[in-house]
């Protein structure tokens, strides 16, 4: 329960000792006991009083006017109770307990009590605030009190820190008045009383409104009575405070300026985001304009493209036959003029058809829209193709007869060639009694004495003729094909053997020269001494091994010999096995010319061996020098990423300056790559004078090009998302400032109180109600999907650049829409064209349909439908 009743106790606006409040920083007590110049007696400097009274009433009546009513003097409109709960009630959105309608006193401080109760139970701790004090029109108590709920309703829910109320409030000053001469806010005090502070604060966001060149630094009245109209008739932000006060006063007054500049803040978050939700829509009307375009290029293409093809398609197939050759040479030129002339641009175009239907569908996936359907018939994929036709006679019996393809037959086709003959036989069989029964008709006839015997008789005899030719072509190809299989069957066993003798010589030879190309490593005389003897042990046995080779070889060659006697032209290579005499005859050779190479290889080594320690320490010297190098680079990398000062085109400059540096070492290490190749070449394994081995060196060398390049990389695509989302070189420096500035250990990561700090800073309404918490983690699962509880500067900028300058979902395009409309469910063209540039607003008025829900008015335009049309989906 709160203590109200603290007697005999000078007011103070907070306690001196340290407490937590609700909803995680400080709470109002804690934040006040550390503001050390604001001390309790400063309320008795009655120039403060007056500001106060003047300024805590008005911003009284800014929200009781909601509910219809205002206070006059604030010292005595409170005692009852009934005008403070109603206050509270309005500035919280939340019901407080039914007030007492008594007139006597016990019913004043009843009411007072439940306003206080409901104070305290929002986390603040006050201490020698009662409710008699209140009810008695105690002006120092009511004053202490109005200051206590502003500081909780107003500025402590710009703060995450225990002391960031006004430090959060300030840095917002400071970063939307930096542009501007003669302005420099470095308090709320005295950096208020020339008024252009407050004018500029005003320009900044609505430029319109204040002429900022014509101001005087010299002429503070007319700058702050400027100010302070242009807020109270365009901003709906009442007058709460006199320039002649704040002019004529030392040192103004904390609490009223702190207070007034608050309402500045409210009401531009307001703004903000109505300028935000009109660059979203902007950029998401643009991509669907740019996506219609790539629509409209692509039916155009796919088109133009599908009627050539309709065209030339009949030109291919037509096949009449020309009558004269320079009619079939013009035929063939025009053909040629096709193939080289008009077919290559049309491939051409029909790659580029499918690279443009792959960009366009590719852009919408990324923004969320529907899938391209290109009009019927235009899902082109068209095979141009040709047809050549192809004929050729068919032999008759006789030319198959004579065909000599048993000769360069393998065996399994002599075999089938064979069955094929013996069913051709058979079938000439079946045809024998066919002939005998022409010649035996013949024979009637011509006994007969029929008139036209003669033609008969010469037709009988060409078929008798043919017959008999047709069988003596029939024994001559079963000889042949007989013949032919058994000398192939003789060629098949010899390559068998072949096959047999070869395959394991050819694996000893492979062997051999494997072993005698084999890198081999020593540190003794007598290991040399071992391997020479082994050496000389396998040049013993290479007679036996020619002798072999050449009986492989006398087999190869005795089927090759019965093969070309017999007019037998084999098909391919030994179908046993890939080893050829060549590769044979090859390989040997090569062993041959290993066999000394060998030698002298086994005799070079003992004096490598004395070469290999000078080889190390040459390394060693060099590898000491560059791997510390890079080591030091890569923590100075390390710390210009964290400390990147100026714009991000001085900042690339300077990194790629750091990085031709880094280029510029590479001598060194060719240098050492040399020296590392004479330790290879050497075959030296172990270097105990180095820590360092080539490979580390060059891990090293890749990592730190890697992560200059990659920081470079970060700048670009820093400067790509300021560019292609239209990011001001301003914000982009305001993004990086704000995040440095709440970085307080230099870690390139925010926690999230530091976060929301920051976002503050910047304008974003994440107060700590429960509309600003729903938001605050609604960012905090953008920025942080993985739950670390940290967020990097890239996530900031990438959620930066998507806040202002993009969006992708539906629901945020209509939110955008609802914001420009007012809250209302439709939105007027005359709306639209307020809002919008002339030409997407003229898009969106072209493609909304009526709104026709029960609230529409003449002229209202459905955006929700419109929104979620863009992204394929269905009405909300």
Request: a negative charge.
């Amino acid at each position: 329960m709160v203590d109200y009743h603290a007697a005999n106790q000078s007011y103070q606006y907070g306690p001196s000792s340290a407490g937590n409040g609700a909803g995680g920083g400080g709470s109002v007590g804690d934040y006040m006991a550390q503001e050390d110049d604001w001390d309790r007696d400063l309320l008795l400097d009655p120039a403060w009083e007056k500001q106060q009274r003047k300024t805590f009433t008005a911003w009284c009546n800014s929200h009781l006017r909601k509910a219809g009513t205002q206070i006059e003097n604030i010292d005595e409109d409170f005692r009852d109770g009934l005008k403070l709960m109603l206050l509270l009630e309005v500035i919280s959105g939340e019901r407080l307990p039914k007030p007492e309608r008594g007139k006597m006193r016990v019913h004043k401080i009843n009411n007072v009590n439940k306003a206080l109760d409901f104070i305290a139970s929002k986390g603040v701790k006050l201490v020698s605030i009662g409710a008699e004090e209140i009810v008695d029109g105690n002006a120092k108590m009511t004053l202490g009190m109005i200051w206590t709920i502003i500081l909780r309703f107003a500025i402590q829910d710009i703060s995450v820190e225990e002391t960031s109320a006004k430090e959060g409030l300030l840095l917002w000053c400071q970063r939307k008045t930096a542009p501007y001469k003669n302005v420099n806010v470095q308090n709320f005090h005295i950096s208020w009383k020339d008024g252009l502070a407050f004018n500029a604060l005003i320009h900044r966001h609505r430029p319109e409104l204040i002429e900022y060149d014509k101001l005087r630094k010299d002429d503070p009245v007319t700058n702050l009575n400027n100010a302070f109209e242009v807020a109270e008739k365009y901003l709906d932000i009442p007058k709460m405070l006199d320039a002649e006060d704040i002019v004529n006063t030392a040192r103004p007054d904390e609490k009223a300026i702190m207070t007034y500049v608050s309402s500045f803040y409210h009401a531009f978050s307001g703004a903000q985001k109505a300028e935000t939700a009109a660059n979203r829509i902007c950029k998401v009307l643009a991509v669907n304009q740019e996506n219609e375009h790539l629509m409209e290029d692509y039916e155009k293409l796919a088109s133009d493209l599908l009627e050539w093809i309709r065209r030339t398609i009949p030109w291919l197939e037509d096949r009449v036959p020309q009558k004269t050759i320079q009619e079939m040479q013009q035929k063939l030129e025009d053909f040629r003029d096709y193939r080289r002339v008009h077919k290559p641009p049309k491939v051409q175009e029909k790659c580029q058809l499918e690279i443009n239907f792959n960009t366009l569908q590719t852009k919408l996936r990324l923004s969320n829209r529907p899938a391209f359907m290109p009009s019927e018939g235009k899902m082109v994929s068209p095979l141009l193709s040709e047809y050549t036709l192809l004929s050729a006679p068919t032999p008759g019996k006789e030319a198959m007869l004579k065909q000599r393809d048993y000769e360069t037959a393998t065996l399994s086709d002599i075999k089938a060639l064979i069955r094929k003959h013996e069913a051709f036989e058979s079938d000439l069989a079946a045809h024998q009694d066919r002939v005998e029964q022409i010649a035996a008709i013949a024979q009637e006839l011509n006994e007969l004495d029929y008139y036209d015997s003669h033609n008969v008789n010469t037709r009988c005899q060409r078929i008798c003729d043919q017959w008999d030719a047709l069988g003596s072509l029939t024994h001559s190809r079963r000889e042949a094909l007989e013949k032919t299989e058994k000398q192939l069957e003789t060629i098949d066993q010899l390559h068998l053997e072949y096959a047999k003798r070869a395959a394991p010589f050819n694996n000893w030879m492979e062997s051999a020269m494997e072993d005698l190309q084999d890198m081999f490593i020593v540190h003794t005389i007598e290991e040399i001494e071992g391997l020479i003897s082994a050496h000389d042990q396998f040049k013993s046995t290479l007679p036996d091994a020619d002798k072999e080779r050449e009986a492989i070889l006398a087999i190869h060659k005795e089927a090759q010999r019965i093969a070309e006697s017999n007019h037998i032209k084999l098909s391919g290579s030994n179908p046993y096995t890939t080893v050829t005499p060549q590769i044979i005859n090859s390989k040997w050779e090569k062993v041959q010319q290993l066999v000394p190479k060998r030698d002298q290889a086994l005799l070079e080594e003992q004096s490598k061996q004395q070469s290999n320690e000078h080889l190390r320490r040459q390394f060693a010297s060099q590898a000491n020098i560059v791997g510390p190098w890079i080591q030091t680079k890569m923590e100075e990398i390390g710390r210009i990423s964290i400390e990147m000062n100026g714009t991000l085109e001085d900042q690339l400059d300077h990194l790629k300056q750091y990085e031709r540096s880094i280029v510029d070492y590479k001598p060194n290490l060719d240098l050492l790559e040399q020296q590392h190749q004479l330790i290879q070449e050497a075959l030296i394994f172990d270097n105990k004078h180095t820590n360092y081995t080539m490979e580390h060196i060059r891990v090293g060398w890749e990592q730190l090009l890697t992560t200059i390049a990659r920081t470079i990389n970060e700048v670009e695509n820093q400067i790509l998302t300021r560019d292609a989302k239209g990011i001001s070189q301003e914000q982009m420096q305001e993004f990086r400032a704000s995040f440095n500035h709440f970085d307080k250990d230099h870690g390139g990561a925010l926690g999230p109180e530091e976060f929301k700090a920051c976002l503050i800073s910047l304008g974003y309404d994440v107060e700590n109600d429960r509309q600003g918490d729903a938001e605050f983690n609604r960012i905090m699962s953008v920025v942080d999907p993985n739950h670390s509880g940290l967020v990097t500067f890239q996530a900031f900028i990438d959620f930066m650049s998507r806040e202002t300058t993009d969006t992708d979902t539906a629901d945020q395009v209509i939110a955008s829409f609802k914001v420009l409309a007012g809250d209302k469910n439709f939105i007027t063209a005359e709306e639209l064209r307020r809002e919008l540039p002339p030409d997407q607003a003229e898009y969106c008025i072209a493609r909304m349909a009526p709104y026709q829900g029960p609230d529409a008015v003449l002229g209202a335009l459905d955006y929700k439908s419109f929104s979620t049309a863009l992204y394929g989906e269905s009405d909300l």
